[in-house]
Structures are given as C-alpha cells and as structure tokens.
C-alpha cells in the first residue's frame, strides 16, 4: 500500500505503508477516493509544522477524505463493501468526561489523522487504504422518490 510521507520541509516521498492489517470490530477499511489538502498539510510540507507542533518522524499526511467501504468489520450493520462515504478525521477516545457525557467534540484526548502533535505522530489519511472507525464515517441516506402523480 502506498502513502505520501512528509519526512521533514520540501521532503515529501511517496512510499510502501506496509501491508493492511485486520480489522478489529467496529473498524472498516477504506479505500480512498479523493482528499481535501488542509492548510496544516501545508505547513507540514513547506515548514514541518506549524507552531509548536512539528514533525519529529516521518508521518504520512492527510485529513479530509471521501472513500469506498472495501471491508466491514464485525457488529457493523448499517455499512457494507462498496459504500461511498466520507471520514472525519477526528477520533475522540471515549473514555474522558466528555466523551462519557455525549460531547465527544470536546475530547480532552482528541487525536485527528496526520498529525503531529503527539508522539508517535498520527498518521494520516493520504494513502491508497486507511482504516477508519465506524463512528468516523458519514453517509448519505438516499430516500426513494415519489413518482409525480
């Protein structure tokens, strides 16, 4: 599987990602299909960082992305292979105050794809597959239409 690494400034390398591992339940594996290029990947590319977040290994870049679902893992219902959908970045870690209260956008312990504010880096979404949490996905729910009378 390939995937664009930022390894440091103006370094940017396409490069072998390794091999695609299991799912565990409520994991789907994606095939990506288009990526939205956010301002922190360029920081990461033009500067290694932003701030005080810099990158300090290599780590593969990317946020935004829309997919195809190629595998489903178990106690999924309501995907199956071959559904469009897009993915939030955004993995909140279920088990702080706000993610025990319902308010999982307030995370104390957010980690978001391709960054590098922690170590190791989070790697990113800017590679042929990614495995993405159910909870990360978001579909359109296509309803049937009414036929004119």
Known sequence: MQAIVCHAPKDL???DAGDALPLAPGQL????????ICGSDLHYYQHGGFGAVRLKEPM?????????????GSAQEC????QRISVSPSRPCGGCKYCHEGMPNHCLNMRFYGSAALRPHVQGA?????I??????????????????
């Open 13 to 15: 390398r396409i490069e």
């Open 29 to 36: 594996r994606v095939r990506v299909a288009r990526g939205g």
């Open 60 to 72: 593969v870049l990317g946020h935004e992305i829309s997919a195809v679902i190629e595998e489903v």
């Open 79 to 82: 995907f199956t292979a071959g």
């Open 126 to 130: 800017f590679s042929e597959t990614v």
């Open 132 to 149: 993405a949490r159910a909870d990360q996905a978001m579909y359109e729910v296509k309803k049937k239409r009414r036929s004119p009378r």
